[in-house]
């Protein structure tokens, strides 16, 4: 098959992320990380102006360190970090330099959900 015959790259069109508490999760998500969106029922649709959104969804949840994590980029890692204990998180990781060349933490939110934090 030529590449001309394959179909275009997929593109992430949203990151659904399941919460027992939708407040406490809008506490992190939006007000931390500053996604900004509505709120319908049992479900927050949340952009940055990107073409990826989060959707975050109140259901039964069962958090993972072996399941997929999300990763964003921040401005001041350090002070997300702070900011992300304070709404309820936990720190896994602390910021640090790694070996590809990222400084990054690895978070919990209060889910217990794995999130990655990437200094910009």
């Given at each position: 098959?030529?590449?001309?015959?394959?179909?275009?790259?997929a593109?992430?069109?949203?990151?659904?992320?399941s919460?027992?508490?939708?407040?406490?999760?809008?506490?992190?998500y939006?007000?931390?990380?500053?996604y900004?969106?509505?709120?319908?029922?049992?479900?927050?649709?949340?952009?940055?102006g990107?073409?990826?959104?989060?959707?975050l969804?109140?259901?039964?949840?069962?958090?993972?360190?072996?399941?997929v994590?999300?990763?964003?980029?921040?401005?001041?890692?350090d002070?997300?970090?702070?900011?992300?204990?304070?709404?309820?998180?936990?720190?896994?990781?602390?910021?640090?330099?790694?070996?590809?060349?990222?400084r990054?933490a690895?978070?919990?939110d209060?889910?217990?959900?794995?999130?990655?934090l990437?200094?910009?």
């Open positions: 098959m030529s590449t001309e015959d394959r179909a275009p790259a593109a992430l069109a949203r990151v659904i992320i919460t027992g508490d939708l407040q406490r999760a809008l506490a992190i939006r007000d931390v990380l500053g900004h969106g509505d709120v319908t029922g049992d479900v927050a649709t949340l952009s940055n990107s073409a990826s959104a989060i959707m969804h109140r259901r039964p949840t069962t958090p993972s360190d072996a399941a994590a999300a990763a964003f980029t921040v401005d001041d890692l002070a997300v970090v702070r900011a992300w204990e304070a709404a309820g998180g936990s720190v896994i990781d602390p910021p640090s330099d790694q070996p590809w060349g990222e990054m690895v978070v919990r209060a889910d217990g959900h794995v999130v990655c990437i200094d910009r």
